[in-house]
């Protein structure tokens, strides 16, 4: 989501450039087999030695086969503590979460994560990735774990589908934790690689091989240059170093990435996130404020949809806000799960 002109303009010419190779015979090719799903890091872990996101990252690790194909979950903490999910954004899978999550189940919380389709250990169905694929995921899988409520955190676009999900299933809910949300940001807000992603046939040709590439060394490179006049902290190379992973040998995450970019409305859910003013349970937002993804005017469209929503600003906070700044996060946690 993090983007320059130089790298719009140059995705814009290799999209050209792409459809004058042959771009029909790339959509042909990659949508022969609809319905089925690319494999995940699953089908090539074990011939990797020290994977950056091994299969045992967290405890509890288990699979689970969903309408739209296996899906990787962690599950862990005391049987009897509170529940709480943590959704994950676009690029970094459920590893994002590591000093958040472990704290929160060494504190007492029953500690539920996963992989969303087409990222880590869960596969990439070839279907549109919107909302209601992201919904019908979680869904599941807190019917699958025998959760009837829990609360929920949702970062970035994790923060959208819990957002959707909530509008869906109140009922489910015991607190909701936004953290730099996704949806709620103003048209003019979407950089220019954003509107290239709506382009026909854009999912299939940022698959390519060498599209990929560029565009897996560009988005590696935004997350270490994020921190390069006070170094690199070991919790972004790591990140970095998972992005790579994906980039590299996760058959269905660049399609997984780029048909999101397309189909999940990054400023068109002021209705799902406003259904939460009406509800009972306790909602807050968490926002950087160095965070370059998601601007500040979604803190300010969250209180004029949420006005009763609790606020948390967090200095010097980029929008890894979670691997960064992980004891501002937890603090906000402790006194809010039920």
């Known amino acids: 989501m993090v983007a320059s002109t130089a790298l719009s303009t140059t995705i814009a010419t290799s999209l050209v450039v792409a459809a004058a190779m042959g771009a029909y ?23 990797i030695p020290d994977i950056a996101y091994p299969e ?21 903490g005391p049987e009897d503590g509170k529940k709480i999910v ?17 704290h929160m189940a060494n504190n007492g919380c029953r500690v539920l994560l996963y992989d969303l389709y087409s990222r880590g250990y869960s596969v990439g169905p070839l279907v549109d990735h919107d909302p209601q694929l992201y919904v019908i995921q979680l869904h599941e899988l807190l019917n699958h774990v025998g959760w009837k409520k829990c609360n929920i955190v949702g970062l970035s676009l994790g923060g959208g589908i819990v957002a959707c999900f ?38 299939e040709i940022f698959s390519h091989r060498w599209i990929k590439g560029y565009f897996s060394t560009r988005n590696i490179e935004s997350m270490r240059n994020e ?31 780029m048909s999101t970019l397309r189909h999940f409305p990054l400023t068109k859910l002021r209705s799902q996130f406003a259904s939460s003013q009406q509800q009972s349970y306790p909602v ?29 600003v967090v200095e010097g906070a980029t929008h890894s806000i979670v691997m960064t700044h992980p004891g501002a996060v937890i603090e906000q946690l402790e006194n809010f799960v039920r």
């Open 56 to 76: 045992d990252y967290y405890p509890g690790g288990q699979y689970v086969e969903l309408s739209f194909g296996e899906t990787h979950y962690f599950l862990f």
């Open 166 to 203: 909530s509008h869906q299933f109140p009922e489910v809910v015991e607190s909701l934790t936004f953290i730099a949300p996704g949806g709620l940001m103003l048209p003019s807000e979407i950089p220019r690689v954003g509107k290239v992603f709506l382009m026909p046939y854009s999912v």
């Open 227 to 257: 921190f390069k006049l006070d170094g690199v902290p070991d919790c972004i190379e790591e990140a970095a170093k998972i992005l790579e992973l994906q980039f590299k040998v996760h058959a269905g995450y660049a399609r997984g990435l």
């Open 25 to 47: 015979k790339v959509f042909k090719s990659s949508t022969a087999h609809q319905g089925s799903a690319l494999p995940s890091l699953k089908s090539v872990a074990r011939d």
């Open 86 to 102: 943590f959704v994950h954004g676009l690029s970094t899978p459920a590893s994002m979460y590591n000093a958040v999550a472990r």
């Open 284 to 312: 807050q937002i968490l926002w950087g404020t160095k965070d370059k993804v998601i601007p500040g005017t979604t803190v300010d469209t969250i209180q004029q949809v949420i006005p009763r929503i609790k606020v948390t």
